[in-house]
């Protein structure tokens, strides 16, 4: 038994932050932002939107494409490092708001490399047999903990939701393989030092702005472009694959200069890799869900094409997978 992805979904707030924009709030430009990153554009939540709305969003389109009923769903998994609140999680407001009542959920903290996460243990739940419809969704408001006065973090990231619906089938599609790793000893260089059971909130805390990003860009830079290139190759010889047999490559969204990296090193045509950082910045668990579903609606990918997933994040996580698409 199989874990195919039968529908995909996606969901992007409305108010757009332009690289513009960013001129006029911190000391940098267009043209150095789109140099370095490959960004133009992020989205922002609206007031009072946060990352359970995005992603229940998500979840409506993936019934709704699939023609899946609420109490149909067996299980919700949310990747997501912006939970509405640490507790209850994000994966009890969507089953909430979508009156899934026949089903259990969680969320899962794996920063960019959270939807490889989530989707690689949803797929697992439903290759047991005990689980039909399975609801794997990433979404992130990464405005809500950004410092719009730190020029090294508040250009790179947005805010975004996507996911997929996964279901059983006895076909050769589905989810064929994945590698995940966890390296803590990089932990330092990209976090959000505050609001844990190690520094809980307080007036120093804020004073601090120990709740927003801190990211030292040169050591995740190194370590991403590494990761991600190796772990890409890796699972492409492990599976006796090669960048030619690949239809699509779906890296996560973070730096234009690190995919680039990692698909050169796998041989993969720059015709053959999906990019929107320059639209939506780094959405984090979205990225790459978000892309899979613009993939689906410009009609890149046909049943049987191999799909190859890639990403790298706070941890430091990296990871990934392969697909062959279709039902």
């Known amino acids: 038994m199989n874990a195919a992805i039968t529908a995909t979904a996606r969901y992007l707030p409305k108010r757009v932050l332009s690289n513009f924009d960013l001129e006029k709030m911190v000391d940098t430009s267009d043209e150095w932002i789109r140099a370095r990153t490959g960004i133009e554009t992020r989205r922002l939540v609206s007031k009072g939107q946060a990352s359970a709305d995005m992603a229940t969003e998500v979840a409506k389109i993936l019934m709704e494409r699939s023609n899946t009923k609420s109490d149909e769903i067996d299980l919700i998994i949310i990747a997501t490092v912006t939970p509405d609140t640490m507790f209850p999680s994000t994966a009890a407001r969507v089953q909430h708001s979508i009156a899934a009542k026949n089903c259990w959920g969680f969320d899962l903290s794996g920063a960019c490399t959270g939807f490889l996460y989530a989707l690689e243990s949803g797929a697992r739940f439903v290759e047991s047999g005990d689980y039909k419809k399975v609801l794997v969704i990433g979404t992130d408001t990464m405005s809500s903990i950004i410092d719009y006065t730190d020029r090294n973090t508040c250009v790179l990231f947005g805010d975004g939701a996507g996911g997929v619906l996964l279901e059983p089938t006895e076909s050769n599609n589905g989810v064929l393989d994945a590698l995940l790793r966890i390296d803590g000893s990089g932990g330092d260089a990209l976090i959000m030092p505050g609001g844990g059971s190690l520094h809980p909130p307080s007036v120093d805390t804020v004073n601090k702005k120990m709740h927003y990003v801190r990211q030292d860009g040169k050591t995740v830079f ?33 730096n234009k200069r690190i995919i680039d990296a990692a698909a050169k090193r796998c041989k993969i045509p720059n015709e053959r890799v999906l990019i929107n950082i320059d639209k939506y910045g780094n959405t984090t668990a979205a990225t790459i869900p978000i892309g899979l579903d613009e993939a689906v609606e410009d009609g890149t990918l046909q049943d049987g094409d191999i799909v190859l997933t890639a990403s790298f994040g706070a941890g430091f996580t990296w990871g990934s997978m392969l697909i062959r698409w279709g039902k």
């Open 222 to 254: 190194k370590f991403a472009v590494k990761g991600m290139a190796d772990i890409s190759s890796d699972i492409l010889s492990k599976n006796n694959f090669t960048g030619e047999d690949i239809k699509l490559f779906i890296p996560h969204q973070a």
